[in-house]
Each structure stands twice: as C-alpha cells, then as structure tokens.
C-alpha cells in the first residue's frame, strides 16, 4: 500500500461579512514595504508571497530565509549572487553532493561575499540531501514530494494565512540584526509571529525530514516567501494578483492534484474552453 499523503488545502467557506483581510483600493504600484534597491523592487513585485512550486526555487528561497537567521534581509540580499554561485544555482542534487572539504571550501571565500557560518553552510548542504530524498520517494509514489509537503501546510483561515490590516505595523524586510532564537525580529519588522501551523511545519521539517535551520521563525519568513501566506499587506498592488494565483493553486491542490502538476493542469484547463 502506497505511504504517500495527500496534500490537502481545502478552500474557506465564503460568508456575508466582508472580510477584514479583502483587498482595498490602492494607489498604483503602492508597496507594502520599502525596497531599497530596484532589484529588491523586483523581489518584491515578482517573487515575495507569489505561489512557489519549482524545487529548485524553493531550495533557493528556503536557504536566503536560514541564511538571514539573526542577521538583515539588506545584508543577505547583497550576497545573494555569491550565494547563487556557491551552491550552484541552487541545483540541489549537485548540493547534495558536497562533502566536508567543500564546506571547507566555502568557508575560505574572500569577505563581502557569501554568510561564512559553518553551522548555516553545513545546514544547506543537508537540507539539500533530504529534499533529494523526498523528490527519489515522491517519484516512486512513497512520499510526498518537498513542494506537496510544504503547500499541505498552507493555512486554512484567513487570520493565519493572511494579514488584516491592523496588525501592519512596519517595513517587513527588518534593519536591525537580532539574535538568531529571538522573535523580537519578527514583532519589530510587521507584528507577525509564529501560528500554531508555523510551528507544526517547523516541527515537520525538523523532527520527521531531518532539515537543519528550520526554526519557527525562519520557517515563518519562508512560508511568507513562497506564498503560504499572503504577507503583503490588502492595499499592496500585489495583493489581489498573489492571491488570485493562490487560489487557483489551492483548488487544484484540493483535487488531489500534485503541486508539480498546477501549472500544466492550468494550461489544458484553459484549452478545454476554447
């Protein structure tokens, strides 16, 4: 008997009460927070908070997210280049590979390059191993697939998944380093802190995965990123787009559909009504 569990992310009832959470008018190109270069100007309009099932992309935004661990976004976003080469585009089965010598390696690059912290390189190259493995036992239908496993994490109501617009209180990508085990980071940046299916997924990575650097703070910043949860906040221009996006990928995910599969689904779904 197969082992695999579906991933479920079954959809909110609709009610008659306008939701606290529903978008409002916005002024053109309005933002939730405040880029302070063009090319995170993009990271946000493009990346942050849209729906994210690639496993490449996601191995990406999973290793920037343990990689800014008690230090700024600003700081990481500047090394995101070097990052990118370090780990070989985030191609994770090569990843997967490196040995010792080559965190070794890593750990000899020149300043102002990539984060030289043993434990976070050391976390990378691990993380990467146990989605090679989650991707070999998905293939084999004895498992769920990374993407699967993260988007059956997706929260189920509104006040968890996303923000309403009393609890905005600042400029998510925070500029003041924190201690890595604390949650003032969160709470100085936008007022969110870890839910109960935060820490249930933390707890999965961590515990059932074995992935390295998944506390509930890290795992929460990730979930942002990748569009469990729709963080920008209901006058951001963005807001409708993702959620639109997110919608579509929890009904085809509440089909029983595979992650991998949403967009190929999305595309013979449109050609069935021509």
């Known amino acids: ?160 998944r996303l923000k309403s617009a009393l609890s905005i209180t600042g400029n998510h990508m925070r500029s003041k380093t924190v201690s890595s085990g604390s949650y003032a980071s969160r709470e100085v940046s936008d007022g969110v802190h870890p839910t109960m299916t935060v820490c249930r997924l933390s707890h999965e990575l961590k515990v059932k995965y074995r992935f390295k650097f998944m506390g509930p703070t890290v795992v929460l910043s990730f979930m942002q990123a990748i569009g469990l949860m729709n963080h920008h906040s209901n006058d951001c221009f963005v807001f409708q787009r993702n959620e639109e996006e997110i919608t579509a990928l929890r009904k085809h995910l509440s089909l029983g559909r595979s992650a991998k599969d949403w967009k190929s689904q999305e595309i013979k779904d449109d050609l069935g009504k021509e």
């Open 1 to 160: 008997m197969s082992r695999k569990r579906k991933a479920s992310c079954e959809l909110p009832r609709k009610r008659g009460k306008p939701s606290q959470y529903a978008p409002v008018p916005s002024a053109t190109n309005k933002r939730c927070w405040s880029p302070e270069s063009t090319s995170m100007e993009q990271y946000h309009d493009d990346t942050w908070g849209r729906p994210e099932i690639n496993t490449s992309r996601l191995f990406e935004s999973q290793t920037l997210q343990l990689m800014q661990c008690g230090l700024t976004w600003k700081l990481v976003w500047s090394r995101r280049e070097h990052l990118k080469k370090a780990f070989r585009s985030y191609k994770y089965t090569e990843v997967a590979k490196f040995t010792k010598n080559d965190v070794d390696k890593l750990m000899q690059w020149p300043d102002q390059t990539i984060i030289r912290h043993r434990g976070k390189l050391e976390a990378v190259v691990n993380n990467a191993k146990q989605i090679v493995k989650m991707e070999s036992a998905a293939a084999l239908d004895r498992g769920l697939s990374f993407a699967d496993l993260l988007w059956s994490f997706c929260p189920k109501n509104d006040k968890e």
